[in-house]
Antibody, heavy 120, light 110 residues
Framework: QLQLQESGPGLVKPSETLSLTCTVS??????????WGWIRQPPGKGLEWIGS???????YYNPSLKSRVTISVDTSKNQFSLKLSSVTAADTAVYYC????????????WGQGTMVTVSS | QSALTQPRSVSGSPGQSVTISCTGT?????????VSWYQQHPGKAPKLMIY???KRPSGVPDRFSGSKSGNTASLTISGLQAEDEADYYC??????????FGGGTKLTVL
């Protein structure tokens, strides 16, 4: 069955750029039925949608993060990626990638999540 | 785009029913039938429990049901079981291809 796996550095310095990749296995990222999203969860807090991407490259971002976020897709590697610039301690969180079902707008399959700490 | 409002905690005894509310605005919950609910156990990824306000994915027990009235969506869990103890989050489409989550509700099974 389809699985998602996040990867990337667990520690990022303040003001630098956080970079994560989500690898999709057991299915194609190029399916017309799905978007692919990033969601984060600060320690002890709730979920926050960061943004989503379609396999064609169309992107949609949380307005509150839009100026710092870039999501891209590499269909040849069945991966999509997140870049968050100018990070601060407030960006410390577990970052999840998830499959978003087109037409139902729900996140039905999630990666296990990866903890990213922003600290010098 | 503000977070949807959920009670911080709810509780119930095994076998009872509990309802978790999720209040938004006419720009999100009230404007679209794209409300979803997620269950999250400690240290685990969220799991989709309800989508399109009231639909259950395959494998989710029919003890879980969803509804919506105006700007407030609700998740009802009937016949509470110990394994239902978890955090629950609502999520709504908020227009312009954006989404907003609720702050989360901790369900305690007494």
């Amino acid at each position: 069955q389809l699985q998602l796996q996040e990867s990337g550095p667990g520690l990022v310095k303040p003001s630098e750029t956080l970079s994560l990749t989500c690898t999709v296995s057991g299915g194609s990222i190029s399916s017309s039925s799905y978007y692919w999203g990033w969601i984060r969860q600060p320690p002890g807090k709730g979920l926050e949608w960061i943004g989503s991407i379609y396999y064609s490259g169309s992107t949609y971002y949380n307005p509150s993060l839009k100026s710092r976020v870039t999501i891209s897709v590499d269909t040849s590697k069945n991966q999509f990626s997140l870049k968050l610039s100018s990070v601060t301690a407030a960006d410390t969180a577990v970052y999840y990638c998830a499959r978003q079902v087109w037409g139902h707008d729900a996140f039905d399959i999630w990666g296990q999540g990866t903890m990213v700490t922003v600290s010098s | 785009q503000s977070a949807l409002t959920q009670p911080r905690s709810v509780s119930g005894s095994p076998g009872q029913s509990v309802t978790i509310s999720c209040t938004g605005t006419s720009s999100d919950v009230g404007g679209y039938n794209y409300v979803s609910w997620y269950q999250q156990h400690p240290g685990k990824a969220p799991k989709l429990m309800i989508y399109d306000v009231s639909k259950r994915p395959s494998g989710v027990p029919d003890r879980f049901s969803g509804s919506k009235s105006g700007n407030t969506a609700s998740l009802t869990i009937s016949g509470l079981q110990a394994e239902d103890e978890a955090d629950y989050y609502c999520c709504s489409y908020a227009g312009s291809y954006t989404f907003v989550f609720g702050g989360g509700t901790k369900l305690t099974v007494l």
